[in-house]
């Protein structure tokens, strides 16, 4: 099977609705799949996800390259991105734990999944981890973590949502959402 062999059976597939509506040219694995398909002659969606994965923990797929969320649209941290720190409010923590904290597709049991697949991934690519990396507290990162997951929680309680499930967020509920995140307590 050719390339174009490869690229036009996935057309092909997604066309018909056999693969999902996101798998097209722009997505992420796409080039894996069409390598997949010319080696196989077939494209096996839960076969070759299967082939490409190092491990997996939930949702979270770690792969030669990246660390790749498959919930629904495919959420991608390359491979030397891992060691991005933040300052929150003087403390220097791992971003990309509390960045996806924030996400509203991330809970209080998901978020188990996201850091211990972050941790192996941080061992696992430790080749691209910075020579001069200052001190990056994770026991602060995973208490500011834990808060700020129960005040989304408690924020959840009273949230409104209209007929179009549009979620409506007034500004009362803005004041108290901030007044929540300034009272997170540090280590």
Same mark, same amino acid.
């Given at each position: 099977?050719?390339?174009? *062999?490869?690229?036009?059976?996935? /057309? *092909?597939?997604? !066309? ?25 002659? !077939? ?5 070759? /996800? ?23 649209? *495919? ?11 933040? *300052? /929150? ?18 809970? !209080? ?79």
């Amino acid at each position: 099977m050719t390339e174009q *062999d490869a690229k036009n059976h996935l /057309y *092909d597939l997604w !066309q018909n609705g056999e693969i999902p509506n996101n798998f097209t040219e722009d997505h992420s694995d796409f080039y894996k799949a069409v390598n997949y398909t010319k080696k196989n002659n !077939q494209f096996d969606y839960e076969d070759f /996800y299967a082939s490409i994965a190092i491990i997996k923990f939930g949702i979270w797929q770690v792969e030669s390259d990246a660390l790749v969320g498959k919930g629904g649209r *495919d959420y991608i941290i390359e491979s030397s991105r891992f060691w991005e720190t933040r *300052d /929150y409010n003087g403390h220097l923590v791992w971003d990309w734990l509390i960045h996806l904290t924030e996400k509203t597709w991330i809970n !209080q049991e998901s978020v188990k999944d996201l850091n211990t697949a972050f941790f192996f991934c941080q061992d696992y690519f430790r080749k691209n981890k910075p020579a001069n990396l200052p001190y990056v507290s994770t026991a602060q990162t995973l208490n500011i973590q834990k808060q700020i997951l129960e005040i989304e929680e408690e924020m959840a309680k009273s949230e409104k949502v209209s007929e179009l499930g549009i979620v409506e967020i007034d500004t009362e509920d803005m004041l108290k959402y901030s007044e929540l995140l300034s009272n997170i307590k540090y280590l």
